[in-house]
């Protein structure tokens, strides 16, 4: 347990490993933290969590811009907090992001989709209701995998565990102007209109 206000702390480079260390005293909290996040993470899970802010730029909350200082005291790149790190391995198709790319449009569009996409699949209790998310959600699977035939072969089927993997692991990656696309080309059914093309090319937005 550190005070509140806590003295300032800095992600320090020893070696091959990285450790949260108070700035004037020394202290290492490294393994206090990890402690932390793994009881955290049986929280989350037992709680249904569904996704996480982090906190940017911060020795254990950061998603990749928290400064690491190596021995000889100097900045020496960016890397994550120990805790949003421990969290983002031992999780990773948990959504999160930053409160600092909560402003950037699409970046909040992507946090929020996988979101509550993922608490509706936790919601499914049956073959029926799968059938019915599969088809809520057979436009937005089109802008992550190429081939949206063997969720729809796993719907049919009525595997809710073999599809809720799947599709977990499908909202992982960051979808790009040509998942797009394919996704409304998906949707269009071949019918692919003026503003189709003019987005793929780079003309249009979404």
Known sequence: GMPVPRPPVHLLKHGDDVHVVEVQSKTDHTKAMLELADARLETFRADGLHGFVFKARSPSCAIGDAPLTNEQGYESGMRSGVFADRIRRSWPELPVISEVMLMVPDQLERFVARVFALAQLDAVDGADALRAFHADHETLLASRVEIVGEFAEA??????????????????????????????????????????????SGRGVL
């Open 155 to 200: 719907a049919s089927a009525g595997d809710v565990d073999v599809y809720a993997s799947a599709f977990r692991a499908a909202m992982q990656p960051i979808p790009d102007r040509r998942d797009h696309v394919r996704a409304l080309r998906h949707a269009a059914g071949g019918a692919v209109s003026d503003a189709v093309d003019a987005y793929e």
